[in-house]
């Protein structure tokens, strides 16, 4: 989750992982530059965008007073889950990955004397996160808001979620849905993405997904989590499991005591508040309810999605 506040730019840098974002809050611009040219954006609340393993992007918050929050899964292309963030046009502080290499080969392949390249890589010191200009903000925001895809046939930029038509809405609650038949960005991902915002007392309907696996992040509100799951042992947890850091002793396939072969579901519960992580793997039936005082908005990414089946248990 990366957060900026009012009027930041974020210095450019790429990753070595594939990655997908969700504006959770605020408004912003991005720029993603390739080898051969620039495209930009603005981004506002909702919207889901693709950014290629490699691709230096560049960030500003754009508003004079909200945060801007940006959710995002990475996909690594190197190291099983663990990637590296690059800085390039950095300094001492974000230090740039430029200072790795000798000085006479930069001379030579950036066609610039020693003493210009030493002032270049070494007067950022500010951080990550630095103040923008108004006229930074101007020249970041004059880009068209958003883009066509999933309603067009070639990506060209950012979709808004929330533009989808709701697949799920009535008084208890909305629920919004792109799977990977919908957009080619997410078809090469195998990667679906979902929103639902549940309303005060009110729950999404227990069900189970049939190949995909669900890592879902709580963005606003309270509530509570419960998942049958029959990998613990109850003898370890006197007959439920405890979700979020409480599920230690787990043991794969059935239970077998008392010479039981078939499996024995357990409960997983867990506390659900803003920021929290929880994955619900295939097959998994889960239930998740909001509190009773304000609503439960939960962003899920679904890893394996194509031709995943969501399979309803009540409703």
Not at 273 to 296: D, E, F, K, T
Request: charged content about 25%; proline content about 5%; hydrophobic content about 35%.
């Amino acid at each position: 989750i990366l957060e900026a506040d009012p009027q930041t730019f974020i210095v450019p840098n790429h990753w070595d992982a594939e990655a997908v974002i969700f504006v959770a809050k605020g408004k912003g611009s991005i720029s993603m530059v390739r080898q051969d040219k620039r495209e930009s954006f603005n981004l506002n609340c909702g919207d889901v965008l693709r950014v290629p393993a490699g691709v230096t992007v560049y960030l500003i918050n754009r508003s004079n007073n909200q945060k801007l929050v940006l959710v995002k899964l990475l996909q690594p292309v190197f190291t099983p889950g663990h990637f590296e963030v690059f800085f390039g046009p950095g300094g001492e502080d974000p230090e740039s990955y430029y200072k790795a290499f000798s000085t006479d080969l930069l001379e030579a392949a950036l066609n610039t004397r020693r003493d210009r390249l030493e002032k270049v890589f070494g007067q950022q010191r500010q951080g990550v996160f630095i103040k923008a200009s108004e006229e930074q903000i101007r020249s970041m925001s004059r880009h068209e808001e958003g883009g066509i895809w999933p309603f067009g046939e070639k990506s060209k930029g950012p979709f808004n979620l929330f533009h989808k038509r709701s697949s799920q809405s009535n008084q208890y609650g909305q629920f919004y849905e792109v799977d990977p038949n919908d957009c080619r960005d997410l078809d090469e991902l195998d990667l679906g993405v979902s929103f639902a915002n549940i309303s005060e007392g009110a729950m999404i309907t227990p069900y189970y997904n049939s190949r995909a696996t669900k890592i879902a992040i709580v963005t606003n509100g309270e509530g509570y989590l419960e998942m049958a799951c029959p990998h613990l042992s109850s003898s370890e947890f006197g007959g439920e499991g405890r979700g979020h850091g409480g599920s230690e002793g787990r043991q794969h396939g059935g239970s077998r005591r008392q010479g039981k072969t078939s499996p024995s579901y357990h409960k997983v519960r867990a506390q659900l508040r803003r920021g929290m992580v929880y994955v619900v793997p295939a097959g998994h039936p889960a239930i998740a309810v909001a509190s009773n005082n304000q609503n439960l908005e939960i962003l899920c990414f679904y890893v394996n999605a194509r031709n995943n089946e969501r399979f309803l248990l009540a409703g």
